[in-house]
């Protein structure tokens, strides 16, 4: 199994920007497709934006589209989500996630996990 760190959240004024990252161990990184979620407060864990595993394919949520970028750098096995323009809904603990499938938009396709971290941003 994969064991995936996330970093870089934190707080921010809405309209900042923040750029998280997530750390995989597997030395076949490269033949992961990736995906963000996220989970607001009291409510379900919701993709955010996905990315194939040769990355020549990107996917986004709608509530996100045109305001992020998810990248990869398979040398230092590293995904990226660059966020700009955020929002007080975009509050949320932000996950990444790795699967085989090429599904990426489903949540029940990513089959492990990082223990997420905490972006809020204030009004």
């Known amino acids: 199994q994969v064991q995936l760190v996330e970093s870089g959240g934190g707080l921010v004024q809405a309209g900042g920007s923040l750029r998280l990252s997530c750390a995989a161990s597997?030395?076949?990184?490269?033949?992961?497709?990736m995906g963000w979620f996220r989970q607001p407060p009291g409510k379900e864990r919701e993709f955010v934006a996905g990315i194939s595993w040769n990355g020549g394919s990107t996917y986004y949520a709608d509530s996100v589209k045109g305001r992020s970028t998810i990248s990869r750098d398979d040398a230092k096995k590293t995904v990226y989500l660059q966020m700009t323009s955020l929002k007080p809904e975009d509050t949320a603990v932000y996950y990444c996630a790795s699967t085989r499938s090429g599904i990426l938009l489903q949540r029940s396709h990513y089959d492990s996990w990082g223990q997420g971290t905490q972006v809020t941003v204030s009004s």
């Open positions: 597997l030395r076949t990184f490269s033949s992961l497709s």
